[in-house]
């Protein structure tokens, strides 16, 4: 960790990207978003496990109310992340266009992997 960490302070210069990539399609971002999501198993756990309890016991359709407090989930979800994808957008351009603000981010990390690296040397290891 403490080798990182002064690499990483010693290079920390400014970001330089790669623009020779062609960008993802909206579409396919999409796409792969809704995949991660459908195949992830923490989302039909959680499903299982939270939403039942808001389905009245003497429900006529219990399955339909399942899917309409899904479908309200998924839809709440759905503006957060476009929140957060619109946050990230900017970020990213004032991070990708500060030169000073790209080496004092690789130095904040290259002081984190420091900390830690003191912290695990200086650890007790009796525990």
């Known amino acids: 960790m403490l080798y990182l960490a002064w690499t990483m ?17 909206m579409m396919s971002v ?5 995949l991660m999501n459908v195949l992830n198993p923490k989302l039909t756990i959680f499903f299982m496990a939270f939403l039942p309890q808001f389905v009245p ?31 990230a957008a900017i970020v990213r351009d ?6 000073r603000l ?3 981010l690789q130095k904040l990390f290259a002081g984190s992997f420091a900390a830690l690296g003191l912290k695990l040397a200086l650890s007790d290891r009796s525990n």
């Open 9 to 25: 302070w010693r290079s920390s210069s400014a970001l330089s990207l790669n623009e020779e990539k062609e960008p993802m399609s």
């Open 30 to 34: 999409a796409v792969k978003g809704c």
């Open 57 to 87: 016991a003497h429900a006529a359709s219990p399955t339909s109310n399942m899917l309409l407090l899904g479908s309200i989930f998924m839809a709440m979800t759905f503006v957060v992340f476009l929140i957060y994808g619109a946050l």
């Open 94 to 99: 004032h991070v990708i266009n500060s030169e």
């Open 102 to 104: 790209t080496v004092g």
